[in-house]
């Protein structure tokens, strides 16, 4: 299965860019990947996901590499309340229409008043 | 549009009882997935519905169980609970396309004594 990596914390100043970063070096081409995030006692909720091109919507921006080994979210004003573990995933298929998405351990982002 | 619905939000059981969880998809969502969450674990793959019937399973022992109705709601079973049954329990929904989007429901606050 195609594995991530993330760095375990990070901070970022309310009001500036956040970017997260993730590694998924062993992607194969039809595996998409997968952000979410979530808040403590709360499911985690979709941010955006893309296969090989840029993706942007309402929340975020991602960025994948041209050789699709690793991606970046980008949380353009970042603010209080977008503090949160942040988890890069990819979507493993499983034959006849089936999927996974197997988490990781996610980035834990602060975002400092 | 609702979201994923899922019930009850908390509940506590004793060992060696057993526990069904029920999760609503959104409407036209025809893919239902269960996801246990530990702090230990992390998220981890339950297994995933569709069209009423078992398409993908994970690493779990067999009391863990589930099914799926004509009209895609889904439950999930616990029999003879143990300690470290003790986990937030989540389901997510897609429409299963190519590209599709995931979406989580609240999950379900299980504590076992």
């Known amino acids: 299965d195609a594995k991530t990596t993330q760095p375990p914390s990070m901070d970022c100043a309310e009001g500036r860019a956040a970017n997260l970063p993730c590694n998924h070096s062993?992607?194969?081409?039809?595996?998409?990947v997968y952000w979410y995030r979530q808040i403590h006692s709360q499911g985690p909720q979709y941010i955006i996901h893309?296969?090989?091109n840029n993706e942007t919507n309402e929340m975020a921006s991602l960025i994948i590499t041209e050789d699709r080994k690793s991606s970046t979210l980008i949380l353009p004003h970042a603010t209080l309340r977008d503090t949160a573990v942040y988890y890069c995933?990819?979507?493993?298929?499983?034959?006849?229409?089936?999927?996974?998405?197997?988490f990781g351990k996610g980035t834990k982002l602060s975002v400092i008043p | 549009k609702a979201g994923v619905t899922q019930t009850p939000r908390y509940l506590i059981k004793t060992r060696g009882q057993q526990v069904t969880l029920s999760c609503s998809p959104i409407?036209?969502?025809?893919?239902v997935s269960w996801y246990q969450q530990t702090p230990g674990q992390g998220l981890q793959f339950l297994f995933e519905?569709?069209?009423?019937?078992?398409?993908n399973k994970g690493n779990f022992p067999g009391r863990f169980s589930g099914r799926q109705f004509s009209n895609s709601r889904s439950e999930m079973n616990v029999s003879t609970l143990e300690l470290g049954d003790s986990a937030l329990y989540l389901c997510?929904?897609?429409?299963?396309?190519?590209?599709?989007?995931?979406?989580f429901g609240e999950g379900s606050w299980l504590t076992v004594v």
């Open positions: 062993t992607i194969s081409g039809n595996e998409y």
């Open positions: 997510a929904s897609s429409d299963r396309t190519g590209g599709n989007t995931i979406y």
């Open positions: 893309g296969l090989k």
């Open positions: 995933i990819v979507r493993v298929p499983r034959g006849a229409g089936s999927y996974q998405l197997t």
């Open positions: 519905y569709f069209s009423e019937t078992q398409r």
């Open positions: 409407s036209g969502h025809r893919s």
